[in-house]
Every structure is written in C-alpha cells, then in structure tokens.
C-alpha cells in the first residue's frame, strides 16, 4: 500500500508524457501532410488539411493492430476504429485550438495583417505564437530591400507581399535574445514540415519562413 501513491503517479506522468508525444506526432502528420498536399496537388487549404487527416488513417490503423491486446479480429477492428476516430478527432481540435489562439496572441495593430498569411503557414507557426507572441514580425519596404542585398532571390522576398491566392505566403520570427537551440530547432522544424526557412542575422536577428506556390 505505501508504493501505490508513487505508482500512481509514475502512471500519470508516463500518461502525461505519451499524450504528449502523441499529439505532437499527430500535428506533425497534420502539417508536413497538409504541405505535401498543397506542394503536390495545388490543393487548397482546406482540401490539404483533409488529405493529411486521410493520410493518418492507414497510421492509426497500423499503430492499434500493432500495440492493441486481445483475441479477435472483430474486437480488433473495432478498437482500431474507435481509436482512429478519437486520434482525427484529437487532430481537429488540436488545429482549431491552436490556430484560433495563434491570432488571437499577436497583437492587434499587426493582427489584420498575420491573418492575411496562408493557413498552412499559420498553422505551422501556431506553437511558436502561442508560446511567443512577439515572435511574430511584420516586415517592412526597408527589410525586403535588405533581403536582396544580402542575396535573397526577389520571387523569395516577394513571398512577404499578397499573391495570386490572395494569401501571404512568407513570415518572420524573431530570433534575437532567445537561446539558440530554440532558434535552431524552430528552423529545423519549419524544414521538416516542407517549408522554406532561412536564417538571417543581417537584418536583426530572425528566422525567415515561406510557402512556395506549387508548381
């Protein structure tokens, strides 16, 4: 009886920690399938994001048959279905949550303007926002004229103005005076996702992130 207390909680910490992982592995799928959509197929983004829920069905399923105990195919199969259902469910919520707080964090002189960015973006970014709303920086005529400068195509450079779709397909976050593995990982993170992210130390200290339009 006296080890229960500690067992319990030794189970509610590896609980705590596999949602977490979980969900971080979920929005993974959700954004680099999302991306691969828009890359791939020019799908929107609402049609994007409904293709990479698609795609994590087969993952899920997978994963239940793999660690799901018991005798039965028919208790099997109903399990997986259920998860499943949960995990997109878990998917949505997650986008919703973290998309809607993301505009909610910015300030709201430049919010006008952070909504004028693609979805995609702004989901991939959401985590960052939240966590650091002012991360987010709004360029300016003098940044983008800096940006060629220090050699950065224009059709690059270009992605911080409004395009074809209406959108803006480019952001900046602010690096100067955050730890450098933070800086690093979000660089990196942005590059597993499929976006384009550049460091740039001429023109302040920030991380330079776009959405290339397909084709």
Do not use: K
Not at 98 to 119: C, F, G, K, W
Not at 136 to 149: K, N, T, V
Not at 161 to 188: G, K
Request: proline share 5%; hydrophobic share 50%; charged share 15%.
């Amino acid at each position: 009886m006296i080890h229960q207390p500690e067992g319990l909680l030794r189970r509610s910490v590896s609980w705590v920690i596999g949602v977490g992982i979980l969900v971080a592995t979920l929005f993974a799928i959700l954004v680099r399938g999302s991306v691969f959509s828009y890359h791939t197929w020019a799908f929107g983004a609402s049609l994007s994001l409904v293709c990479a829920v698609v795609m994590t069905v087969p993952l899920l399923l997978l994963g239940a048959w793999v660690i799901i105990p018991g005798s039965g195919i028919v208790r099997r199969v109903q399990r997986m279905l259920i998860r499943g259902t949960l995990m997109i469910a878990f998917i949505y919520m997650g986008y919703a949550v973290l998309y809607v707080a993301s505009t909610n964090a910015v300030p709201d002189e430049i919010r006008e303007e952070y909504q004028m960015i693609h979805p995609l973006l702004r989901l991939a970014a959401s985590p960052v926002i939240v966590l650091d709303p002012s991360a987010f920086r709004p360029p300016d005529e003098s940044m983008l004229e800096d940006y060629r400068l220090m050699g950065l195509s224009a059709n690059e450079a270009n992605l911080h103005f409004v395009q074809t779709d209406d959108l803006i397909h480019s952001l900046d976050l602010v690096t100067d005076n955050r730890s450098e593995w933070r800086n690093r990982a979000i660089e990196l993170g942005f590059w597993a996702f499929g976006f384009h992210s550049l460091r740039l130390l001429g023109v302040g200290d920030h991380l330079h992130v776009s959405l290339r339009l397909p084709g």
